[in-house]
């Protein structure tokens, strides 16, 4: 299942982040983070999570934000993996999207992803930095991860980046290793590659 799951999202994503002689970047107001395959957008669409726009397994609340979320833009029902936030950390735009689950909405952002780069996956992911309903007139900024997250880990308090302090990924390291193959080829690792 969850090859096939893959697959339909790699088919679905697989194109190219303009539609015709659409200029998606026109009027963006989004930061350049300087990525491989950059391309400013601003464009409409319903935001879901991709489980639903997949199977059709669609919770009332889009997973509420525990599933992976996509923006399904409306010129071209072309569906755009929604893998991060306005945030300079290492976090996803799930907690941001889940707010707006099954909502049309106008994003504004970066399509990031080179097919030089990553062969045979031709699809761009967004990174958005702005959000907001149709119905209004402002923006929002995407930055609710670190908040989100505090407040569901608050014995996690301390220095350094959230990552290495969460416990549900302390926990898969603990599991299967930093690798996720196990603590022997951690192990040798370490042994092959000594200082």
Not at 163 to 180: L, S, V
Request: charge should be negative.
């Amino acid at each position: 299942m969850k090859k096939l799951i893959m697959s339909a999202a790699a088919i679905l994503v697989a194109s190219p982040a303009f539609a015709g002689d659409v200029d998606y970047s026109a009027n963006s107001q989004a930061k350049s983070w300087n990525l491989f395959g950059e391309e400013k957008a601003r464009f409409t669409g319903k935001v879901t999570d991709a489980v639903c726009a997949l199977t059709g397994d669609c919770p009332d609340n889009c997973g509420g934000g525990d599933r992976q979320m996509v923006v399904i833009r409306e010129d071209d029902d072309r569906m755009f993996l929604a893998n991060k936030n306005g945030q300079p950390i290492f976090s996803g735009a799930t907690y941001d999207l889940a707010n707006y689950c099954n909502q049309m909405v106008e994003v504004d952002g970066l399509l990031v992803g080179d097919s030089d780069i990553t062969p045979g996956l031709e699809s761009k992911l967004l990174q958005i930095q702005l959000i907001r309903p149709i119905e209004d007139k402002e923006f929002a900024k995407t930055n609710k991860f670190t908040k989100v997250w505090s407040a569901k880990y608050p014995e996690a308090k301390g220095k350094g980046p959230w990552f290495r302090r969460d416990p549900a990924i302390k926990a898969q390291i603990e599991e299967t290793g930093y690798f996720g193959l196990g603590h022997e080829v951690d192990q040798k690792y370490l042994e092959e590659n000594a200082e």
